[in-house]
């Protein structure tokens, strides 16, 4: 015990010392809706507001609002702010080493390998180059690869001390993880076949009795972190989850079709074999540039050691290292199957890049050379290390010098403010309260929206600026932003509530922030006046 206590404090000294050295997060999402969602759920604005972050708007707001606080609580203490919002990638590294200590502590009589083996899986797969890019960020996705990793490891810890407590542990955890994200969800199903590869010695009665009461905890989990918001959206919207699946729940206030992220359509059963090394060469999974060899490295030691241990595990039916090696090896493929069916964004994979050290170590215990001598394995692991780190990119999702400070803009009190493009959410933050934000378009560079209106939503626009004396339209001025694939819905905005009698200066003297999404010259402060 006071190892691991050890370790943790390790974990988050280290993590939360790296932040304030990366500094303060100024990602796009940030700007666009987490730092507003924020905002808007602790100051009652769902309703109030119109979709000023997009669909965004409506996600769970909870982990934005502890960010938000943490931002506005200790604002003047900029590496109080950066610390405590580096802590998750501290998080993540212990729990990964608790994953690793349960695999690897026992695996050889030589007490060296088993330290060397579980110092490489935690720091490679600490260090993964996705992992390092989004420390600190209100990206939140190693907030969540932390849940459901940690209820992975709940479930190897039931596997062998066969107590009912981890059970519930494991399904209150990745409900949580659900409830904060829903693309979590895609990691229920391999949880469950790894649950049956550790208990199938229990025989398929207990198997589906521990699977049920696995289940019932899952939605225990979901609903006490999602429960609550579902109501207040379906309250005001009539969609729960507004406006996604708004084919089910058919909203009046949105079109009746699922949302699509129309950019993880180019998927084919070419790509979903080699998919780990196609985006080694190019990034069909990220907005931005990366490249990390492990990624490549670890998918062929996967497939490696799936057969492998596969073989091993035929030859024998008594519980043993194997059944955990190909539990977390079938977790890992059936999670990699439903992320590139459902949400081929590389940033939602983040609980399988983090058990790519886990993935290499188990390969080096497959290849009895490898790990035949002290020497050998401490050689293996340096040397891949070094491989690891000869080509290593991180993404850049944008750092700032300062925390950020949201301008106070020249609004007057019950006004109507149409956002015009993104990301501007965050601009429709600690404004006065009587004045309502509205977003006229989304979509990234204004390419594309990302919101299907109904005519209901146009008259629900049209009754808040009615009786309104005053619009004003903050306009992003972003690169290409003229092009678009929904020009008529465009031109039925214009023509709707944006006319010839608009006056438009360019914002000038509002922020000194030098990031690019605060710059003035890339927004138009236009007022309208009846």
Known sequence: ???????????????GLTNCILGPDGNW????????????????????????????????????II??????????????????????????????????????SKVTEDRLINNALIFFATIVGATECIIVSEIGTSLNDITIAILILLSLYYLLKFAQKQKNKYIVYSGVIVGIACGLKLTSSIYIIPLVISFCLLNIKNGLKNILKDIFIYMIFVLLGFLIIDGYWMLLIYKNFGN????????IFKSKYYAFVNYEDYRLNNINIFKIFLYPIFWSIKNYVCEHYFFDFRHSFAYFSCIYSLIIVIKNRLKTFVFNIYDINLSILVFSVFSYLLWIKATPVVRYFIPILALTGVLISIFILNIKFLYSSRRNVILTILSLIFIFNIKYTTPNWGRLDSILEVPKLPIEENSVVFLY??????????????????????????????????????EKVDSLVK?????????????????????DYRKMIKNRYINAKLKCTKIRDITQNTDRYTRAENFDFCEYME
């Not at 990638?89 to 212990?94: A, E, M, R």
């Not at 729960?240 to 084919?247: L, R, T, V």
């Not at 990301?423 to 390419?447: M, T």
């Not at 001025?477 to 929904?486: A, G, H, L, Q, S």
Request: net charge positive; hydrophobic share 40%.
């Open 1 to 15: 015990m006071k190892t691991k206590i050890t370790v943790l404090i390790i974990c988050i000294l280290i993590s």
């Open 29 to 64: 999402d940030f700007y666009a809706y987490h730092y507003y969602n924020g905002y808007a759920a602790l100051h009652g604005r769902v309703g109030y507001d119109i979709m000023p972050a997009g669909i965004q708007s409506y996600f769970n707001p909870l982990l934005d």
């Open 67 to 104: 960010n938000y606080l943490i931002i506005n609580t200790f604002r003047q203490y900029q590496y109080v702010v950066t610390f405590l919002q580096g802590i998750s990638w501290g998080l993540l590294s212990f729990v990964l080493y608790l994953i690793s200590d349960l695999l690897f």
């Open 240 to 247: 729960p989850f507004f406006p996604m699946f708004n084919d």
């Open 421 to 458: 493009g993104k990301p501007a959410g965050y601009f429709a933050a600690r404004q006065y309260k009587k004045v309502r934000f509205i977003l006229l378009l989304g979509g990234n560079d204004g390419e594309s929206s990302d919101f299907i209106p109904s005519e209901l939503y146009f």
């Open 467 to 487: 009786n309104k004396k005053k619009y004003i339209i903050m306009r992003v001025r972003r690169k290409n932003f003229e092009r678009t694939k929904d020009e």
